[in-house]
């Protein structure tokens, strides 16, 4: 079922309560300078992610990306801001004080510098290993152009999980992706990091709702399982603003529901699946549920090979709060 891209679907205009209190934590980031994705891109599962300190996202680097996907509301510019040195400490220092049991850190593209910001990147992930060692670290990483050097840099560092988004299927990737990024390129980079490590969990989303079809959708997931990617998060694609690519179709909880069951068939560890799941969509709290045993380590189990009580559905559209009309 698919309604009609001129209006917004009833499931993504139900509005729960937003009375929760997250003072702790943004007041943790403005007095650091730092940046929450969560805040910036008005993400409609702040309230779900922020809740007993689960999981939060930060942009390092700045706010200004050397590339300009047709998707994306951050700032462009050939040259970024200058970055800055204390930035490590100053994201360890706020998610130790947040007492966070999730942190995501992302990055713009920095094609500018010549490491693309790969070792800053890396500083920051051991810097909160050093202060919060309790912490688990996902770390949604750009391409790095594919570099084996660069990806070996945030290897070193040890997240829990290295993130990369293939974004779309191939067909669509000139119409919504930077030039300079391609499906084959983001492929190659979930490749390379099972390659350098295989023992590190990666992960990778797709944003639906562009044009693309079931049957692309479903060769894009064994793509993803053949390169060892583990994890898979699929969402809907919502329009930023109006100088931004139009969303083709609305599609329906069921056909994401779909999707989950056939990610999960293909042998992902588990597949977050539906129209407000976002890359780091409850991250902490589904890394715990199906990574994690009682002991607090890793078992490297598939849902499949789970009881089936033991798996848990991600929550409905209706019990987050969806993004701003455009």
Not at 15 to 35: C, E, H, Q, Y
Not at 42 to 55: G, L, S, V
Not at 72 to 84: E, F, M, N, S
Not at 114 to 120: N, T, V
């Amino acid at each position: 079922m698919v309604e009609t891209k001129s209006r917004k679907p009833s499931w993504l205009k139900i509005r729960p309560s937003t009375d929760r209190d997250f003072s702790i934590i943004k007041n943790a980031l403005r007095r650091r300078g730092l940046v929450s994705v969560c805040e910036e891109a008005r993400c409609p599962n702040m309230a779900e992610c922020w809740k007993e300190q689960e999981t939060a996202t930060f942009m390092v680097m700045g706010d200004t990306c050397t590339r300009g996907c047709k998707f994306c509301a951050i700032r462009t510019a050939r040259i970024g801001r200058p970055l800055d040195p204390k930035e490590p400490e100053k994201l360890a220092d706020a998610i130790a004080e947040m007492n966070l049991h999730y942190a995501v850190i992302t990055s713009v593209d920095r094609d500018d510098l010549p490491d693309q910001g790969a070792g800053h990147f890396a500083a920051c992930i051991r810097a909160i290993r050093k202060a919060r060692p309790d912490t688990h670290i996902e770390a949604l990483i750009p391409d790095f152009r594919g570099e084996r050097e660069r990806l070996r840099e945030i290897i070193k560092a040890r997240p829990d999980v290295i993130a990369h988004n293939v974004e779309t299927v191939p067909r669509l990737q000139q119409d919504v992706r930077d030039p300079r990024a391609s499906y084959a390129q983001s492929l190659n980079v979930l490749r390379t990091i099972k390659e350098l490590d295989p023992t590190i969990r990666s992960k990778t989303s797709l944003m639906l709702g562009l044009g693309e079809t079931a049957e692309e959708v479903a060769s894009v997931m064994k793509d993803l399982r053949e390169a060892g990617c583990d994890i898979l998060t699929l969402g809907q694609y919502l329009r930023p603003g109006n100088r931004f690519l139009e969303v083709k179709e609305y599609v329906h909880p069921e056909q994401f529901e779909r999707y989950r069951k056939q990610g999960e068939t293909l042998g992902f560890l588990y597949v977050a699946s539906g129209p407000l799941v976002r890359s780091s969509y409850r991250a902490g709290e589904l890394f715990r549920e199906h990574l994690l045993g009682e002991s607090g380590q890793e078992t490297g189990q598939p849902l499949l090979d789970r009881p089936s009580e033991e798996r848990t559905a991600p929550t409905t559209a209706g019990e987050v709060i969806p993004s701003p009309e455009t």
